[in-house]
């Protein structure tokens, strides 16, 4: 990994210790698109668009906790597709590993305030590894 990526990943946890600490999934993907990736979650790549993880959070904070829409923040990085999903777990079901693996490899790290935590490895579109802690 390069240190650039890393760094990334430093600066998001101290801007949003918060939100990282209560509940999320990170979905890695590598071998399909983006509107492949946007479609394994159940969405449609026409009807997105573009916010930063501030931009989002500002928008989602009108709603109660248990009410909030589902929602997937998607970077490239590396030469992956990286998923976001802020107090979600799409990322962490068997079908949309599935689909986000199907052009190659589909990793997913899922945990909640609740301590149900999942990770997720498949490749071309088989589940591979998948254990809870």
């Not at 240190?3 to 071998?31: F, K």
């Not at 026409?46 to 929602?71: F, I, K, N, W």
């Not at 030469?79 to 589909?106: H, K």
């Not at 997913?108 to 490895?121: M, Q, R």
């Amino acid at each position: 990994m390069t240190d650039d990526v890393i760094a990334h990943y430093q600066q998001l946890l101290q801007r949003y210790p918060a939100t990282l600490e209560q509940a999320m999934c990170v979905t890695y993907s590598q071998g399909i698109d983006e509107d492949a990736f946007i479609r394994a979650f159940g969405g449609d790549p026409a009807a997105t668009e573009t916010r930063t993880l501030a931009e989002l959070g500002q928008e989602l904070s009108v709603y109660r906790y248990d009410q909030v829409p589902s929602t997937l923040l998607v970077a490239s990085v590396g030469g992956w597709l990286v998923g976001i999903e802020d107090n979600g777990f799409q990322g962490s079901r068997p079908e949309v590993m599935r689909g986000a693996s199907a052009g190659g490899t589909a990793v997913s790290v899922f945990w909640n305030v609740n301590g149900v935590n999942k990770f997720t490895y498949s490749v071309a579109g088989r589940l591979t590894v998948r254990f809870f802690l």
